[in-house]
């Protein structure tokens, strides 16, 4: 990591004084350890994926210190987040909680309100609580990564049993990632569908412990068998919210299916969208195909190879049309516009049945082609595709990041059903913006079961403070025109979340309202997160915080 000195001095949060601060913060070391507090007063240590700064966002949009937090706590059980949250409540200081915050494009570590103490749960409270062999469940606490619950399968000689389910990279909290509504690649990709029951703290000055679902009840075996238990299912408003700090997560495993094949096709031309998407959504809802179908433009087949943009087109703006056909005739999939990555699950006349099906379909497009496996290098890209999709933690698609130097990304990933005159305006519009604002665009249409989320991921230089401006201008106009034509985000940024939240303003704001409610209620001194998914406090709420 290097190293860059603060230049706006130590964040205190908005509404205390500095002294009262630093003598708050020394009460909190107090309870909770001297070593287990640290002051974020003199520089800003970036980092990469591997060491990733947990006080602001690696891939700032902003200037970095716009969403800059004043400390770090380093809770070491469920009682320390209680004390914190009350200490948080006496003080009136805000809390950002993260698992392991490597939430990259979505605003990594970062808090949306600048000071707010970082509460790093995935540091110390990182234990694999359970995994249950017959029921093929886990129960795990935030810092538990992907990677790391992969390796405790293997290390239990369960790997073989049971797979767990991966988003593309594998750093990331199990937890964290769910709470976000997340996605992975084997039919278990949902990861909020596949969790069960939490584990809450809210954030009320009482800092009250409850748990949802099964776990309501006092002792038992079903907490991580049945997610709704009795009475409302009140899981939902701890997901993409601020209304409580989850401290454990029951969550299902995947049976290993007994086989498994990846498949990927090429298709030509870029208008080959909507007739494609057309073909897959009755195989997807059927589940002929099986896992979160990934269907990738040609460009970004083209950028997961990890070198630059500059090594192929050294001009400003998008990179021209022939430059990236031209440098994909030399790679794997030759020149298309269109690379569809799946994988088909059981033993092998299983497979064949449902790959049979597969291939005719998709040759329906004139010059659809099956790229055979049994060609591909040991480093084609397919092979990280494969990894992901039987459940083995990667980090390969880091690649794509380092299109640009300074490499950072974020995300547009409005949702759709799977139907082509839905791809082909999201793909128009997106086009349409990415031109203007000289950006290359690279979507990927990934389809869950009825409904399709289009990523278009903008790869921007975070060091460039003109292409920062030219990336936010670009995702915003985005937002405006998708819900113009009727389509929400899935996600988003923190950065962008008061204007994604705004877009869903059926009956004059109806659900922000209910949201609010609820905030005033569980948090009634507005201490947890906030802003964040565009819900704001009492405290803070008209106050000229809105983004
Ligand atoms: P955290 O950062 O720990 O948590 C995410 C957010 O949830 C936090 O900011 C916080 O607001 C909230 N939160 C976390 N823990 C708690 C808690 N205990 N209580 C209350 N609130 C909490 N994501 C995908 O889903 N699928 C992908 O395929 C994918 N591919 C990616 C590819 C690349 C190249 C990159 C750079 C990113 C990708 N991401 C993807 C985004 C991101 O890296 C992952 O989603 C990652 O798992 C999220 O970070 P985390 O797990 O560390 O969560």
Redesign the pocket.
């Known amino acids: 990591p290097d190293f860059v000195p603060l230049t706006r001095g130590l964040a205190v949060p908005q509404g205390i004084s500095k002294a009262s601060f630093l003598s708050a913060v020394h009460h909190l070391k107090a309870l909770l350890g001297t070593e287990n507090v640290e002051l974020n007063d003199t520089e800003i240590k970036n980092g990469w994926?591997m060491e990733h700064p947990n006080t602001h966002d690696m891939m700032p949009l902003l200037h970095t210190e716009e969403f800059l937090a004043s400390a770090v706590v380093y809770p070491g059980s469920v009682q320390d987040v209680q004390l914190t949250v009350k200490w948080a409540n006496k003080h009136l200081i805000p809390l950002?909680?993260?698992?392991?915050?490597?939430?990259?494009?979505?605003?990594?570590?970062a808090p949306r309100v600048r000071g707010s103490v970082t509460l790093d749960?995935?540091r110390r409270m990182n234990k694999i609580l359970d995994i249950n062999a017959e029921d093929y469940t886990c129960l795990v606490e935030?810092g538990v990564t992907f990677y790391a619950l992969y390796e405790e399968l293997q290390r239990r000689g369960l790997g073989d049993k049971m797979w767990i389910d991966t988003?593309?990279?594998g750093?990331?909290?199990v937890?964290?990632?769910t709470?976000?509504r997340?996605?992975?690649?084997t039919p278990y990709g949902d990861h909020w569908a596949m969790h069960s029951g939490l584990e809450v703290v809210l954030p009320g000055p009482e800092a009250n412990l409850v748990r949802t679902g099964m776990g309501g009840l006092d002792g038992g075996n079903t907490w991580q068998v049945f997610p709704y238990g009795f009475g409302p299912s009140s899981d939902g408003i701890?997901s993409q919210s601020n209304f409580?700090?989850?401290?454990k997560m029951g969550m299902a495993l995947m049976p290993n299916p007994g086989g498994y094949e990846s498949f990927m096709y090429t298709f030509p031309r870029e208008s080959d969208l909507a007739p494609l998407i057309d073909i897959i959504r009755p195989l997807r809802i059927s589940n002929i195909l099986e896992n979160v179908a990934q269907l990738r433009h040609g460009l970004q087949t083209l950028s997961v190879k990890g070198h630059p943009r500059t090594k192929f087109y050294k001009g400003s703006g998008p990179v021209p049309e022939n430059v990236w056909r031209k440098e994909l005739q030399d790679t794997a999939t030759g020149e298309c516009a269109w690379v569809y990555y799946g994988m088909s699950y059981g033993p092998a006349h299983i497979r064949k049945y449902k790959l049979d099906v597969i291939h005719s379909e998709f040759l329906r497009i004139p010059g659809a082609k099956k790229i055979d496996p049994s060609t591909l290098p040991a480093d084609e890209y397919f092979w990280s595709r494969d990894r992901i999709a039987s459940g083995t933690p990667d980090f390969e698609?880091?690649l794509?990041?380092n299109w640009m130097p300074n490499g950072a990304?974020i995300a547009f990933s409005p949702v759709s059903p799977i139907r082509g005159p839905d791809a082909t305006k999201l793909y128009e519009l997106a086009k349409k913006r990415h031109d203007e604002a000289g950006i290359d665009l690279m979507p990927a249409f990934c389809v869950g079961l009825r409904e399709m989320h289009l990523i278009v991921e903008i790869v921007f230089d975070s060091e460039d403070e003109g292409m920062r401006a030219r990336a936010e201008k670009c995702l915003r106009d985005m937002i405006d025109d998708a819900a113009a034509l009727g389509y929400g985000e899935y996600r988003t940024h923190l950065a962008l979340m008061d204007q994604v939240a705004g877009t869903y303003n059926w009956n004059d704001g109806a659900l922000m309202k209910m949201n609010n409610t609820l905030k005033d209620a569980l948090d009634p001194n507005g201490i947890l997160?906030p802003g964040?998914c565009g819900i704001w406090p009492a405290r803070y709420r008209n106050r000229g915080w809105e983004l």
């Not at 997340?182 to 690649?185: F, L, Q, S």
């Open positions: 994926y950002h909680p993260i698992s392991i915050g490597r939430n990259l494009g979505y605003g990594g570590a749960l995935g935030p988003p593309d990279l750093g990331g909290s937890i964290g990632n709470l976000d997340g996605v992975g690649y701890f409580g700090i989850v401290t698609e880091l794509w990041v990304h997160a964040r």
